[in-house]
C-alpha cells in the first residue's frame, strides 16, 4: 500500500478511472476544462473555459531534499476522477449556505518508476483548485521543499492588476510584509514589482476573453521548513526516562528533526549514537542570569569552569548571550538583574561553549543601541566546528579556547578574576604577519573591534579585564 504526505478528505464518493488519453477534467456544466500532460519529461497543466485558453501550458513539480521532481517525470495511465458534492453554512463569508459542486481529478506522476506525487485538481464552474501530495521516499517521513516550480503562463497581450512583493523584515517594526502595497493596474506582464516578484491575490485580464484571479488558499501549520524540537524537564536520570530520551530521538529522526533537551540528564555520546542529536542544558544555564543577581555576579567564575568540566563531554546548550546591560525588556535598571560581563565576553561564550545551535536573547533596543561590531558578529559566527585548539586557562580563572570552521580561527578568551589578564598569545595556525580581527575591552568593559597584524613569531598580546573577553578571527574571505 502506498503511503502518502498530504491531508485527507473523507467524502463518501467512489472513484471511477478514465482513460489517460484525456488527461481532461471538466466543471460539471463542461465549460471550464483543465488539461495535464508531460512535455519532454515536464509536468504540465492548462486551463480553457468556453473554449478560450485562459491558461497555457504552465509547469507543475517540486524540487526537495529527498528529490528532483521537476523533470524527468511520467503521468500514470489512469487518472482517478470523481463527483465532488458539498453542502456548508459559515455566517461570516459572503454566502451564508454553500453548495459546491465540482469535479475532482487525481494525476499521478513517477520518476525512474517510483511513484513521486500526486496532483489533486478540482474543477467547479467558476474556479479551479489544485493541490500537492508527495509519497514517501523510502524511510523519510517528511521533506523540504526547496522549490516549487509551479507556473502561471498567461496568454500574449493580459495585463495585470497586481501589488507588489516587499522585502521581508522592512517597514514598521520589521512587520513587512504585511499585504499593503498599493496596486498598480492595466500593467503589462513581464515585470517583476520592485525586485522581488508579486503577492496574492493577482488579478489579469486575459485580452477579450475574461478574467483570471490567482491566489492561495489552504495553507496551515502543516506545511513549514520546522527544523528540530526542543524537549524540556525530565525526570532524573531513571531506566524509563533515559529510554524515553531515546524514544524521542528515534521517532524525531524519522521526521528529520533535530533535538534539544533541556533540564535533561548529561548527554552520553548521543552525538555518535543519533545523528540528529543537537544539544543538551545539563548545566546551570543562562536563564539564571535573569532570575539573581548572584549568578550575574559569578557569570564570568561559572563560564571559565565549563570549557574544562560540564562542555568537554558534551554538547552544552547554554542559552542566550544578551547585549542587554539589564535583564528586562526595558533594559533600565527598575528591575531585573544586572548584567555584570561585557559584550566581546557574550561573543566569546558563544565561540568558548560548544553546541549546535547558539542562542541570541537580542531584545527590541538592541536593534539601535547595540554595537553594530557585536550585532554583525552574531550574523555570522558558525555553530558546527572542524577543529579545537586548547591555547591556555586555568578552571575557574580565565580560558582561552581555539577553533576552527572551515579556513577560519576563532580565538576565544574570557577573564573572572579581578585583575585584567595579560597574555601572550602563540598562534602557530595562523601565518605571521597576518592581519585578523581583534575584539577587545578596556577597562570600563567597552568594547572595540580592530584590525591588527601577528608578529614575525606569530604571536599577538591579549589584555582581559575582570569580567571582559577578547575575540580573534583569522578568514580567508
Known amino acids: ?78 487518472v482517478n476522477m470523481r463527483k465532488i458534492t458539498e453542502t456548508y453554512q459559515l455566517p461570516n463569508i459572503k454566502k451564508s449556505s454553500v453548495n459546491y459542486n465540482a469535479t475532482e481529478g487525481i494525476f499521478s506522476f513517477s520518476k525512474n518508476d517510483k511513484a513521486a506525487f500526486d496532483v489533486v485538481f478540482r474543477v467547479s464552474n467558476n474556479d479551479v483548485a489544485f493541490k500537492y501530495r508527495l509519497y514517501q521516499q523510502g524511510q523519510r517521513k517528511s521533506c523540504l521543499v526547496e522549490d516549487e516550480v509551479t507556473g502561471f503562463i498567461l496568454p500574449e497581450g493580459t495585463t495585470t492588476f497586481l501589488s507588489a512583493q516587499s522585502k521581508a523584515m522592512v517597514g514598521f517594526a520589521r512587520t513587512m510584509p504585511s499585504y499593503e502595497i498599493p496596486y498598480t493596474v492595466d500593467a503589462p506582464t513581464g515585470e517583476n514589482g520592485q525586485g522581488n516578484g508579486y503577492t496574492f491575490p493577482c488579478l489579469f485580464k486575459i485580452n477579450d476573453a475574461g478574467w483570471i484571479l490567482i491566489s492561495e488558499t489552504g495553507v496551515d501549520s502543516r506545511y513549514c521548513g520546522v527544523r528540530g524540537i526542543k524537549v524540556d524537564f525530565f525526570g532524573g536520570d531513571k ?200 575584539y577587545s575591552d578596556d577597562e570600563q568593559l567597552n568594547g572595540n573591534l580592530t584590525s591588527v597584524r601577528l608578529d614575525k613569531n606569530q604571536e599577538i598580546d591579549l589584555t582581559i579585564p575582570c569580567n571582559g573577553g577578547a575575540l580573534i578571527v583569522s578568514s580567508e574571505n
Open 239 to 438: 531506566q524509563v526516562t533515559m529510554k524515553l530520551y531515546e524514544d524521542i530521538l528515534s521517532d524525531a529522526n524519522d521526521f528529520g528533526l533535530l533535538v534539544i533537551f533541556h533540564g535533561c540528564t548529561l548527554p552520553r555520546g548521543w552525538e555518535r549514537m543519533y545523528p540528529n542529536y543537537a544539544a543538551s542544558e545539563a548545566v546551570l544555564a543562562s536563564e539564571n542570569l535573569h532570575f539573581n543577581q548572584s549568578s550575574c555576579n559569578a557569570e564570568a567564575f561559572n563560564a571559565c569552569l565549563h570549557p574544562f568540566i560540564r562542555n568537554t563531554v558534551g554538547s552544552m546548550d547554554f542559552g542566550g548571550s544578551a547585549l542587554n546591560k539589564f535583564y528586562n525588556a526595558d533594559n533600565k535598571p527598575n528591575h531585573g538583574s544586572k548584567r555584570m560581563t561585557s559584550d566581546v565576553f557574550a561573543l566569546a561564550t558563544a565561540v568558548m561553549f560548544q553546541s549546535a545551535v547558539q542562542h541570541f536573547a537580542l531584545a527590541p533596543n538592541n536593534l539601535t543601541d547595540a554595537p553594530e561590531w557585536a550585532v554583525d558578529f552574531m550574523k555570522k559566527v558558525p555553530v558546527t566546528w572542524d577543529e579545537i585548539r586548547f591555547i591556555d586557562g586555568y578552571p575557574g580563572k580565565y580560558v582561552v579556547l581555539a577553533r576552527r570552521h572551515g579556513k577560519n580561527w576563532y580565538i576565544a578568551g574570557i577573564n573572572a578574576p579581578k585583575e585584567a589578564l595579560s597574555l601572550k598569545v602563540k598562534l602557530p595556525m595562523i601565518e605571521a604577519g597576518k592581519a585578523v580581527k581583534l
Open 1 to 78: 500500500m502506498k503511503n502518502l504526505i498530504s491531508t485527507v478528505f473523507i467524502l463518501f464518493i467512489a472513484f471511477y478511472a478514465v482513460n489517460a488519453a484525456q488527461n481532461v477534467v471538466k466543471s460539471p456544466d463542461g465549460a471550464m476544462e483543465v488539461s495535464v500532460n508531460v512535455d519532454n519529461g515536464i509536468p504540465t497543466y492548462s486551463i480553457k473555459y468556453n473554449g478560450k485558453t485562459f491558461l497555457k501550458n504552465s509547469p507543475l513539480g517540486l524540487i526537495t531534499n529527498v528529490g528532483d521532481f521537476s523533470s524527468g517525470m511520467a503521468l500514470d495511465e489512469n
